[in-house]
């Protein structure tokens, strides 16, 4: 614990360094958390923009049913989401590019942004989207990240006063309809939870399914992800943190889990909850941070996502605590330190990389 106070400490000198040198994040002066700046949003809004139109390479992750469909181009799959490498990815390009230009109306990529998505989110290409749902096999694809993602968006062109958000949300709501459709359909089924690191964990998608709930007052489907994510997570204990991460995570199992418990259980709840599933150092080695060996794999590469993703948990875990706490500022420093490390290396070159590390860079930073 000493020696991770120690560590802990110096985090804020090279996080400020770095935040200087980048001018795309500011850490507070309190080291409670970080914003993001109009320099780093333009600088991270130019990675989906010019990848959501972007065909190849691509990884379409089709189960053919015939020859016929055998052969189409992604474009002829899915004429909204066919760029950035693979379909989750261009969804949560198309969801950041809109978080930046609520939270900066004057960035400069505003335009190019705008006319961008004129061209992908229309009523005729989701329709074509939804019918992608109703082909044979199809039923459990993207399930539940390329779900979870497309809620968030959804989410986040709710409630905006902005007429072109208003003309997206309204021709994505046929699309939104089949992925909640086929969500309440699954959890009533989900006896057991996904808990790996990487696209199928159930508690990432039931964080983001829970806070688009919340945000369209969605009683019934928030009823049903309490219910599942009580019966299938209340009673865990000794989470295997140490174990972490495998070699590809761009979650962290434990920390996704608890970042949805927190959600769920009163305070008193959660920290009892939080007691018994951390054991001993557990959080002090979720501190450490993951060595990216090989940026140009797209596997490894992963790990540069698990750095946004376990930064988010912490600050989100943070939130939970006393400010009398120590794990708090522990927590908070860790985050900042996740962050400020994958920071410079979501423009690294490599398009296996590129294609979506700004998504979760801005997620972590905003949310």
């Not at 939270?103 to 505003?110: H, T």
């Not at 400010?323 to 490599?350: C, E, F, M, W, Y």
Request: aromatic share 10%.
């Amino acid at each position: 614990m000493k020696a991770l106070i120690i560590s802990l400490s110096t985090v804020l000198l090279s996080t400020k360094s770095i935040a200087q040198i980048n001018e795309m994040f500011v850490v507070k002066k309190d080291s409670s958390g970080f914003e993001l700046t109009l320099k780093g949003a333009s600088h991270l809004a130019t990675l989906p923009l010019k990848c959501i139109q972007q065909e190849f390479p691509n990884k379409t992750n089709h189960t053919s049913n015939s020859s016929s469909d055998h052969v189409l181009l992604p474009t002829l799959l899915h004429p909204a989401f066919y760029g950035c490498f693979d379909w989750h990815s261009s969804v949560h390009g198309h969801w950041m590019l809109i978080k930046l230009l609520k939270l900066f109306p004057e960035l400069q990529e505003a335009n190019a942004i705008r006319k961008g998505i004129n061209k992908t989110i229309t009523i005729e290409n989701i329709l074509e989207e939804v019918k992608y749902f109703d082909i044979p096999l199809a039923k459990s694809w993207e399930r539940t990240y390329g779900w979870a993602w497309l809620l968030k968006l959804d989410e986040e062109l709710m409630n905006w006063d902005d007429m072109d958000g208003k003309r997206w949300h309204a021709a994505l709501q046929p699309l939104t309809k089949k992925v909640l459709e086929l969500w309440m359909n699954f959890l009533p089924k989900q006896t057991y939870p996904n808990r790996t690191g990487v696209h199928p964990n159930t508690a990432f998608g039931l964080v983001f399914a829970l806070d688009y709930a919340r945000t369209a007052k969605h009683s019934v489907f928030e009823k049903a992800i309490i219910e599942s994510a009580k019966n299938i997570y209340m009673k865990d204990k000794n989470a295997p943190a140490l174990w972490e991460p495998n070699g590809a995570d761009f979650l962290s199992p434990s920390l996704e889990e608890a970042d949805l418990m927190r959600r769920i259980l009163t305070p008193s709840e959660f920290a009892v909850w939080r007691r018994n599933f951390f054991p001993g150092n557990s959080l002090q080695h979720l501190a450490i941070l993951p060595v990216v060996s090989d940026r140009n794999d797209l596997q490894i590469v992963h790990l540069d996502g698990l750095c946004f993703s376990r930064s988010w948990c912490m600050k989100g875990l943070a939130s939970t605590l006393s400010s009398k706490d120590p794990l708090k500022k522990q927590l908070l420093r860790s985050a900042i330190n996740h962050l400020s490390t994958a920071l410079p290396h979501v423009v690294s070159g490599s398009y296996g990389g590129e294609h979506w590390l700004a998504s979760f860079a801005v997620y972590a930073l905003t949310n």
